[in-house]
T-cell receptor, first 114, second 113 residues
């Protein structure tokens, strides 16, 4: 089945620790995105990548980092600099952000702080 | 700044009735407007897309209208069912906006049996 796989489903971070959220897609999509969703705040864009080996900051990139070494993979690292990391993190992909940009989402990772 | 507004209050309707959700926007000229469904603890799922030069789009029990003069889209679910209960998000896209989607906060719909 084609789709986007996020792992883990639940993740706990200790203070001062970096954690990495995985996102893999087998849709052959060029563009990939990371969003953060908090209650009452909707989807906020953290980082996005339109092509392999290239990515841009979104609206709330501080405290996060990404890489795009392979077309299928777009991992997100939540660094210790992110002081309020507790949230629901969603990864998405689209055929190309130059088209209609219909986005396909994974099931999400819920990150909590211990 | 660009802004999207959706009904902040949850919408409760009886099964079989038509649900109507609203998406208003300001300071933006979208080329496309999209509607997604999100269930609790899950990622959004794409439902329908409408272009700026289209007034209406239908898919089974779903209908979307787009009025660029009023800067408003209406999303209708006819013959609603309890399984339609979810949060519905609208999103705007214009290739000039760094190719990003602009998202509304969503409206929660509850269909009561």
């Amino acid at each position: 089945d084609g789709g986007i796989t996020q792992s883990p489903k639940y993740l706990f971070r200790k203070e001062g620790q970096n954690v990495t959220l995985s996102c893999e897609q087998n849709l052959n999509h060029d563009a990939m995105y990371w969003y953060r969703q908090d209650p009452g705040q909707g989807l906020r864009l953290i980082y996005y990548s339109q092509i392999v080996n290239d990515f841009q900051k979104g609206d709330i990139a501080e405290g996060y980092s990404v890489s795009r070494e392979k077309k299928e993979s777009f991992p997100l690292t939540v660094t210790s600099a992110q002081k309020n990391p507790t949230a629901f993190y969603l990864c998405a992909s689209s055929i190309g952000s130059g088209t209609k940009n219909i986005q396909y989402f994974g099931a999400g990772t819920r990150l909590s702080v211990l | 700044s660009q802004k999207i507004e959706q009904n902040s209050e949850a919408l409760n309707i009886q099964e079989g009735k038509t649900a109507t959700l609203t998406c208003n926007y300001t300071n933006y000229s979208p080329a496309y407007l999209q509607w997604y469904r999100q269930d609790p603890g899950r990622g959004p799922v794409f439902l329908l897309l409408i272009r700026e030069n289209e007034k209406e789009k239908r898919k089974e029990r779903l209908k979307v209208t787009f009025d660029t003069t009023l800067k408003q889209s209406l999303f209708h679910i006819t013959a609603s069912q309890p399984a339609d209960s979810a949060t519905y998000l609208c999103a705007l896209y214009n290739a000039g906006n760094n190719r990003k989607l602009i998202w509304g906060l969503g409206t929660s719909l509850a269909v009561n049996p």
